[in-house]
């Protein structure tokens, strides 16, 4: 996984280590837990909210964290520092070795929405898929691979997942909003990857007043919903144009137009509020 590494340098155990060796390296085995946290002008974004989910995943899935929250700061200045890095994502990954766990911050490969994806919205197609422990962020190679398989060969920017029993609770790296008769529905936070992005995207709609409703939206239902949104690190909040064969207006939405601002605002006022700068 760390072959995806970018830029010049990359943090194993505390360590510098040049990218180009990375191929000597032995590769870190299941099960990997990571975060990926979204650097803007040297400032990590919601970066506390991003370690209580590294956390929250090490719980999960009951694994001791080998790194403090300290030297995770320390070597994220560290990176920045030596690859010169301002804006971009930064992977915080821990793993097995022969028993022994490593952990690794580097910079990796990002998409961002486009200005025309973000003022139109982005094509998104249905993959029969369910997560066996969807509140842990976990890395699964196969699945992966095959999901990327699938958005390069439709020209699609994301693909929702669908579970066993026909509904569509999340993407498969981002989260997903609904518009539904003038109100929002999500699947309750049980049943996701829960997103940084996302649970702000809940509090802008509680501070809006816009209705919630936390369930998981059927298939068969797409053809009645006014609209839906991704929301993900990389990509805030990304209006989508078309499920499969149902087009949307999403772009035109004003609920989805409303909350974009908002968390547009949050993100500005963390930005400017944060302490970490480097």
């Given at each position: 996984?760390?072959?995806?590494?970018?830029?010049?340098?990359?943090?194993?155990?505390?360590?510098?280590?040049r990218?180009?060796?990375?191929?000597k390296?032995?590769?870190?085995?299941?099960?990997?837990?990571?975060?990926?946290?979204?650097?803007?002008?040297?400032?990590?974004?919601?970066?506390?909210?991003?370690i209580?989910?590294?956390h929250?995943?090490?719980?999960?899935?009951?694994?001791e964290?080998?790194?403090?929250?300290e030297?995770?700061?320390?070597s994220?200045?560290?990176?920045?520092?030596?690859n010169?890095i301002?804006?971009?994502?930064?992977?915080?990954?821990?793993?097995?070795?022969?028993?022994?766990?490593?952990?690794?911050?580097?910079?990796?490969?990002?998409?961002?929405?486009?200005?025309?994806?973000?003022?139109?919205?982005?094509?998104?197609d249905?993959?029969d898929?369910?997560?066996?422990?969807?509140?842990?962020?976990v890395?699964?190679?196969d699945?992966?691979?095959?999901?990327?398989?699938?958005?390069?060969?439709?020209?699609?920017y994301?693909?929702?997942?669908?579970?066993?029993t026909?509904?569509l609770p999340?993407?498969?790296?981002?989260?997903?909003?609904?518009?539904?008769?003038d109100?929002?529905?999500?699947s309750?936070?049980?049943?996701?990857?829960?997103?940084?992005?996302?649970?702000?995207?809940?509090?802008?709609?509680?501070k809006?007043?816009?209705?919630?409703?936390?369930r998981?939206?059927?298939?068969?239902?797409?053809?009645?919903?006014?609209?839906?949104?991704?929301?993900?690190?990389?990509?805030?909040?990304?209006?989508?144009?078309?499920?499969?064969?149902?087009?949307?207006?999403?772009?035109?939405?004003?609920?989805?137009?409303?909350?974009?601002?908002?968390?547009?605002?949050?993100?500005?006022?963390?930005?400017?509020?944060?302490?970490?700068?480097?």
């Amino acid at each position: 996984m760390i072959k995806e590494a970018i830029n010049e340098y990359l943090i194993i155990d505390g360590k510098s280590i040049r990218v180009e060796d990375i191929s000597k390296l032995t590769s870190p085995q299941p099960p990997l837990m990571y975060e990926v946290i979204r650097f803007l002008g040297g400032i990590p974004l919601f970066y506390e909210m991003h370690i209580e989910r590294w956390h929250k995943s090490a719980k999960l899935l009951g694994i001791e964290i080998s790194v403090s929250n300290e030297e995770i700061k320390q070597s994220l200045k560290n990176l920045l520092l030596a690859n010169n890095i301002k804006d971009g994502n930064i992977k915080l990954l821990q793993s097995n070795i022969d028993g022994e766990d490593h952990w690794y911050i580097y910079e990796m490969p990002h998409r961002y929405p486009t200005d025309l994806e973000i003022s139109r919205g982005v094509n998104v197609d249905i993959y029969d898929y369910e997560r066996s422990n969807p509140n842990a962020k976990v890395y699964h190679s196969d699945f992966r691979k095959n999901v990327a398989e699938i958005l390069h060969r439709h020209s699609l920017y994301e693909v929702l997942l669908m579970s066993k029993t026909g509904t569509l609770p999340e993407g498969s790296k981002s989260n997903v909003f609904y518009i539904y008769d003038d109100k929002i529905i999500t699947s309750p936070s049980s049943a996701v990857l829960e997103g940084v992005t996302r649970q702000k995207v809940l509090e802008a709609a509680k501070k809006l007043d816009i209705p919630v409703i936390e369930r998981s939206l059927k298939i068969e239902e797409l053809n009645k919903i006014q609209g839906c949104f991704l929301s993900g690190t990389s990509i805030g909040v990304l209006p989508v144009a078309r499920i499969e064969r149902h087009e949307l207006l999403s772009s035109e939405n004003k609920i989805i137009d409303m909350l974009k601002l908002e968390y547009n605002k949050m993100v500005l006022n963390d930005l400017k509020n944060s302490e970490l700068s480097w």
